[in-house]
């Protein structure tokens, strides 16, 4: 199990951001993506989990394989904590729920309504939904945003455990989560006003 | 596939208005129709198949953004476009969800509203089966200008100005056999037709609306 | 030398300022001989009078109002498939220039009703088709302006115009369908195509290539100004980067 990236251009709104992006990840590893604000870590990410197309590059991992999270958690606010995960297990073809609200201490809060939670409870209940996927890749944009430090912590545990078993993660963040874990930096690779043969859709008219 | 069904008809439960507003809207013009053109129970008798049929679609066209516009708003639609169910089924699914909670409400309701506008007595039969026979097909249209629109700040009223010219051929064919019900003609011939459409639509569109979905979240 | 060469905007661009002037000539000589020679040198109809020249201005209008979405179709298709933007930008241009042909249709339509059928407005077949087209053509224009990025504005238009041609031909054959139902066959309807005489037909001739013309002549124009709009607008992004 690997994630491998080479030569990867992607573009936000018809423009190239990064390009030439290629670095690789194997199994049981974690990648930090840094990087200002703006600079392309999310779109990024968004074109590793397909949810859009690269302008050039190949990206060589199973789409199958991964599980990815952002900033809206997909969480319904009319669903208990547990039927919001119960369907994600139930989608992904079924994990163990009540360990994944174990692992980020909301089994107290289990029959609560996903509305009546607070931001870093709902923030904790999206990422206990990387626990049920099942899926050993995962790719997390900013999941440590509106964290208390404990929690942080129990995120930080859960990303090791899922290393332990030959997982491998990459994750934007601007925090150091606590354990060793590989960085590297977009902003080398951002692509330049002048760069014209990327493949971006604004080129044909210049 | 069965979880998310399930999710969506608990969602539209708990949240309310499922059922209840698209059957409120639909009594609603129902009402006004008599308002509107007077209460002469010969005129009423002979519009009431067409102005149900309008009511019934008019109530359907209000909720269909509901199919993705909270799922979009909530990154639910990212989600699922990652997971291993494929986005073709998730979008059939999120119709037949529709149709269940909102546009079956509406046939059953049909009949009832039905004496209101003094509808013939063999109108009742052929206007719950064209509704029956046409109401999926307007969800699953529906479903297809909902991804079409989604992640739009006009979106609402952009969805019914593009939904409504896809819904002439249901809504000409299901108002046709009831109203020739009513007036106790033979209606087998549009009833077929109804349901050509209507298998026709659930067949092919889930697949472009999963294409149109798959563009609109780029 | 394949036309796909063309699919180069800036090489397209060249191409149509070259073939522009000559196509504007030739429409706006084969409208005057046309209309002119329709208007004031054919005799009135036995039965019609007058009224019957509106056809130089109806039937080639209603013509390209429908050959303006079936290029529209067809350059939706090379998009989604080549993905070529003056492809995308050129179904967008003819958009407008549709609704306008739809619209004379209609209008001239009702024009011409009015003194033969006695009213300014049947729900007849063919008039009813032209509306649902309408409501089409409106609902494309919508949804192009609505969405920001020209790219995926391309895109779900182009499904539209698709599934919308799908559903325009299922309209038009519900719609003879529903009115035969109300009316005992369409004896209102003039078939034209085969009610013109010869005197008639030469002149519409002529008006019909002056409307293709036109036609070709406005969406070439449009596709141009479409295509400097976004080279203004890939410049002005880059420019914004840069800074």
Redesign the interface.
């Known amino acids: 199990m690997m994630l491998r990236v080479k030569d990867l251009t992607v573009a936000r709104g018809g423009l190239p951001v990064l390009a030439g992006v290629s670095f690789s990840v194997d199994a049981g590893q974690a990648v930090m993506l840094r990087g200002p604000n703006g600079s392309g870590k999310t779109t990024l990410l968004r074109t590793i989990?397909?949810?859009?197309?690269p302008v050039a590059g190949q990206i060589e991992c199973d789409?199958?394989q991964?599980?990815?999270?952002?900033?809206?958690?997909?969480?319904?606010s009319?669903?208990s904590a547990r039927?919001n995960l119960?369907?994600?297990a139930?989608?992904?073809?079924g994990g163990d729920v009540e360990a994944a609200l174990e692992a980020f201490e909301l089994s107290r809060l289990a029959e609560r309504m996903a509305a009546h939670l607070s931001a870093g409870q709902r923030r904790r209940l999206g990422l206990a939904?990387l626990l049920v996927?099942k899926r050993p890749i995962w790719i997390l944009d900013e999941p440590t945003v509106s964290l208390d430090e404990a929690s942080v912590a129990l995120f930080a545990n859960g990303v090791k455990a899922h290393l332990a078993t030959g997982g491998l993660a990459l994750i934007a963040t601007h925090l150091d989560l606590g354990f060793a874990a590989e960085r590297f930096d977009v902003s080398a690779y951002r692509a330049t006003a002048e760069a014209v043969g990327l493949g971006a859709s604004d080129e044909a008219f210049l | 596939m069965?979880?998310?069904l399930l999710?969506d008809l608990?969602?539209a439960i708990?949240?309310g208005g499922g059922f209840g507003l698209g059957l409120a809207f639909f009594l609603i013009v129902v009402v006004l129709v008599p308002f509107s053109v007077g209460p002469a129970p010969e005129l009423l008798s002979r519009i009431a198949a067409g102005a149900l049929w309008l009511g019934a679609l008019l109530a359907c066209l209000l909720s269909l953004d509901r199919i993705l516009a909270l799922?979009w708003?909530?990154?639910?639609l990212?989600?699922?476009?990652?997971?291993?169910?494929p986005l073709e089924a998730a979008l059939a699914i999120k119709a037949l969800a529709h149709w269940l909670t909102t546009a079956l409400p509406l046939v059953v309701a049909a009949p009832l509203f039905g004496v209101l506008l003094n509808l013939p007595a063999p109108g009742f039969f052929w206007l719950t089966v064209s509704l029956l026979v046409g109401t999926p097909a307007l969800s699953i249209i529906g479903a297809?200008g909902a991804a079409?629109?989604v992640g739009?700040?006009?979106?609402g009223l952009?969805l019914s100005?593009?939904v409504?010219?896809?819904y002439?051929?249901t809504l000409?064919?299901g108002a046709?056999v009831a109203r020739?019900g009513a007036e106790g003609l033979d209606a087998t011939g549009?009833l077929a037709?109804l349901g050509g459409?209507t298998a026709g639509t659930i067949a092919l569109?889930p697949f472009?609306s999963a294409?149109?979905l798959r563009?609109?979240?780029? | 030398m394949s036309i796909w060469e063309y699919a180069n905007p800036v090489k397209f661009l060249r191409l149509s300022e070259r073939v522009l002037p000559a196509l504007w000539v030739i429409s706006f000589a084969c409208l005057a001989i046309g209309l002119i020679w329709g208007f004031f040198f054919t005799p009135d109809d036995f039965r019609q009078g007058s009224t019957v020249k509106i056809i130089y201005l109806h039937v080639p209008s209603a013509l390209m109002a429908i050959n303006a979405w079936f290029m529209m179709l067809v350059a939706s298709l090379i998009w989604l498939i080549r993905r070529h933007h003056v492809s995308a930008l050129a179904a967008k241009a003819a958009a407008p220039v549709g609704i306008a042909m739809t619209l004379i249709a209609l209008i001239t339509g009702a024009v011409w009703g009015q003194p033969m059928w006695g009213t300014w407005w049947v729900w007849d077949p063919r008039l009813t088709s032209f509306l649902?087209l309408f409501?089409?053509y409106?609902?494309y224009v919508?949804?192009w302006s609505?969405?920001d990025d020209p790219d995926?504005a391309a895109?779900?238009t182009s499904?539209?115009c698709?599934?919308?041609s799908v559903?325009?031909v299922?309209?038009r054959?519900?719609?003879n369908?529903?009115n035969q139902?109300l009316h005992q066959g369409a004896s209102l309807s003039l078939d034209k195509e085969t009610n013109v005489a010869n005197v008639f037909y030469h002149p519409l001739l002529f008006s019909i290539a002056g409307f293709v013309c036109l036609f070709l002549a406005l969406v070439l124009y449009r596709t141009g100004t479409e295509i400097r709009r976004r080279r203004m607008r890939a410049l002005m992004a880059r420019e914004v980067r840069h800074a």
């Open positions: 989990a397909r949810l859009q197309d789409p199958d991964v599980a990815y999270a952002a900033h809206s958690d997909g969480l319904k009319m669903l039927e119960r369907f994600w139930d989608v992904y073809g939904r996927v | 069965r979880a998310l999710r608990i969602l708990r949240a799922d708003e909530d990154g639910t990212d989600l699922l476009a990652t997971s291993p169910l297809f079409l629109t739009l700040k006009r979106g952009l100005l593009l409504v010219p896809l002439v051929p000409i064919f046709e020739r549009p037709m459409i569109m472009a294409a149109v563009m609109a979240l780029k | 649902i409501l089409f409106i609902g919508a949804l609505a969405v995926s895109d779900l499904m539209l698709i599934v919308g559903f325009a299922l309209s054959y519900a719609v369908f529903w139902g």
